[in-house]
C-alpha cells in the first residue's frame, strides 16, 4: 500500500469535518491518522462515526489495489496448515479491511483455515489498543491464558500486551 497517498487522501476528508491540522498533523501515517481519530474522538461521537465510515472506505481502496499483490511470507502457508491440523484455533486481527485480508487468504487457499478475521471496522480502537484481539479470542471461544499472539510489528506487541496474552515477535 502506498500509504503516504493513501493519507494525502485522507486528508481533505478529516479537514472537511473540522479536525484541526495541528492534530492531523501530530498523526503522521495513514493508519496513525485513521486510528489517532478514532482514539482522540475530536468530534462528537455520531460524526466521527460518519467521517471514520468515509475514511475507511478511502484505505479499503488502497487496501483492496495492494492486496492483489500480496503473497504469503515463505513457510507461512505450511505452518498455518500444521497448526490446523494439530487443532489449533487461528484467527486474524488487523489493522486493514477484513475484506481485503480475506480475499488474500481465499487467493492464497487459507481462508478456512481461520476462524475469525478481525479488521478495521470491527473495532473502534485500532492496534496498539488490545480490543482487536479481545474481540478475535471471543469469536474463537479462546480464553487469554490459552492463546498467543504472532505478529511482526511493535503495535502487535502492544495489542497482544493489552489483551494480556503471550506474545511472539517475528
Given at each position: 500500500?502506498?500509504?503516504?497517498?493513501?493519507?494525502?487522501?485522507?486528508?481533505?476528508?478529516?479537514?472537511?469535518?473540522?479536525?484541526?491540522?495541528?492534530?492531523?498533523?501530530?498523526?503522521?501515517?495513514?493508519?496513525?491518522?485513521?486510528?489517532?481519530?478514532?482514539?482522540?474522538?475530536?468530534?462528537?461521537?455520531?460524526?466521527?462515526?460518519?467521517?471514520?465510515?468515509?475514511?475507511?472506505?478511502?484505505?479499503?481502496?488502497?487496501?483492496?489495489?495492494?492486496?492483489?499483490?500480496?503473497?504469503?511470507?515463505?513457510?507461512?502457508?505450511?505452518?498455518?496448515?500444521?497448526?490446523?491440523?494439530?487443532?489449533?484455533?487461528?484467527?486474524?486481527?488487523?489493522?486493514?479491511?477484513?475484506?481485503?485480508?480475506?480475499?488474500?487468504?481465499?487467493?492464497?487457499?487459507?481462508?478456512?483455515?481461520?476462524?475469525?478475521?478481525?479488521?478495521?471496522?470491527?473495532?473502534?480502537?485500532?492496534?496498539?489498543?488490545?480490543?482487536?484481539?479481545?474481540?478475535?479470542?471471543?469469536?474463537?471461544?479462546?480464553?487469554?491464558?490459552?492463546?498467543?499472539?504472532?505478529?511482526?510489528m511493535g503495535s502487535d506487541?502492544?495489542?497482544?500486551?493489552?489483551?494480556?496474552?503471550?506474545?511472539?515477535?517475528?
Open positions: 500500500v502506498d500509504w503516504d497517498a493513501a493519507r494525502r487522501d485522507l486528508l481533505p476528508v478529516y479537514e472537511r469535518a473540522g479536525i484541526d491540522a495541528a492534530t492531523l498533523d501530530s498523526l503522521p501515517g495513514a493508519i496513525s491518522l485513521y486510528g489517532g481519530v478514532a482514539r482522540l474522538r475530536p468530534l462528537p461521537a455520531r460524526e466521527i462515526a460518519d467521517v471514520q465510515a468515509e475514511a475507511s472506505a478511502i484505505l479499503d481502496q488502497h487496501e483492496s489495489a495492494a492486496g492483489e499483490q500480496t503473497r504469503m511470507i515463505p513457510g507461512a502457508s505450511e505452518c498455518v496448515r500444521a497448526l490446523v491440523d494439530e487443532g489449533v484455533a487461528l484467527g486474524i486481527v488487523s489493522s486493514n479491511a477484513s475484506a481485503v485480508v480475506r480475499a488474500v487468504l481465499a487467493r492464497e487457499s487459507l481462508l478456512d483455515a481461520f476462524s475469525a478475521v478481525v479488521g478495521r471496522s470491527d473495532v473502534h480502537e485500532l492496534k496498539p489498543s488490545g480490543e482487536g484481539v479481545r474481540a478475535c479470542l471471543e469469536r474463537l471461544g479462546v480464553p487469554p491464558s490459552r492463546a498467543i499472539y504472532v505478529g511482526d506487541m502492544s495489542a497482544a500486551r493489552a489483551a494480556e496474552i503471550g506474545r511472539a515477535h517475528v
